[in-house]
């Protein structure tokens, strides 16, 4: 269980994190979505105790992450693949964190079996590493201590398309053998189809959450047509909620009407689709298009 309770975090007058709460519960995963910039770094940051929080509190287990008796053993963290001595082998890196955490020798052929590193890659030394490969070793090391909790920043960064599958079927096991995933992400289909629940962040406050079934079912009607700024007006005139987004307009209402009132304008309609992947997608661009930050804080 990792429960968030108003957690805020201010640097001077910025704000990276502002008022969040959430909870993730045992056997579920949670995608933790948001553009770059949005505080999703910043907020796993303090639930694992690398970042004092100014206001609120996280707890991991019913207690903060520093009161933990062996976090390695309880939670299986990996908030940047990359930050891993270049001069040690793959191999290296897990004896020693095996060693800190106090698992036996042995944890570490079976860390390396279940992320897919062969006894070769193991034997590399870590500079000569390919982003994915780092992904890995930073899965392997968070699985290590056999955790009941994980927290992974940008699981998938660096993995190809058979990586990202073996990683979804990874973690979905996990959860469902009763752990807590919380996955950070700035990608949607990434995380959608292992989700339980998703948690929507933009400029450090949360924009949408629930579970992905919920949130499909808000996903709206999108619409794209020869004439969408007339479409729009139509549609404002009938009062049906409707956003522009960059691949058309998503509109609060079902298809059926949408059609009607396009015909009703003689607008000929290019598209027309309700919620399903498509939608979550429109609608987190439009729930986050005005609270992006790219290249301030993560």
Do not use: C
């Not at 007058?13 to 709460?21: K, L």
């Not at 639930?47 to 992450?65: D, E, I, Q």
């Not at 059926?256 to 009703?264: E, K, T, Y």
């Amino acid at each position: 269980m990792i429960t968030v309770e108003n957690l805020t975090k201010r640097y001077g007058g910025f704000t990276a994190v502002d008022d969040i709460s959430f909870e993730v519960r045992p056997g579920s995963v949670v995608g933790f979505l948001g553009p770059n910039g949005a505080g999703k770094s910043t907020a796993m940051r303090m639930m694992t105790g690398l970042t004092p929080a100014t206001s609120g509190r996280s707890t991991v287990l019913g207690k903060p992450y520093r009161d933990l008796h062996n976090p390695g053993r309880q939670v299986g963290v990996m908030l940047d693949a990359s930050a891993q001595h270049p001069g040690r082998t793959g191999r290296e890196v897990l004896r020693l964190a095996a060693i800190q955490i106090g698992v036996p020798k042995s944890r570490v052929d079976e860390a390396l079996a279940i992320v897919g590193l062969t006894e070769e890659e193991a034997g590399r030394r870590v500079r000569n590493y390919s982003l994915g490969m780092r992904q890995r070793l930073g899965l392997a090391s968070a699985l290590l201590g056999e955790p009941e909790v994980l927290i992974l920043d940008e699981p998938a960064n660096g993995l190809d398309p058979q990586g990202i599958h073996w990683m979804r079927g990874l973690l979905r096991g996990f959860a469902d053998g009763g752990g807590t995933v919380l996955l950070s992400s700035h990608l949607l289909h990434e995380v959608q189809v292992i989700a339980d629940d998703l948690v929507m962040i933009g400029r450090g406050q949360i924009v949408a959450m629930g579970t992905k079934d919920e949130l499909l079912s808000r996903g709206g009607t999108t619409v794209r047509s020869t004439n969408d700024e007339a479409l729009y007006a139509a549609l404002s005139r009938a009062e049906v909620s409707v956003t522009s987004v960059p691949s058309g307009l998503v509109v609060d209402a079902e298809p059926g009407v949408v059609g009607q009132i396009a015909l009703d304008e003689r607008i000929v309609l290019l598209e027309l689709r309700s919620g399903g992947s498509e939608g979550l997608e429109e609608m987190f661009l439009s729930l986050t298009a005005s609270t992006s930050r790219e290249g301030t804080a993560a």
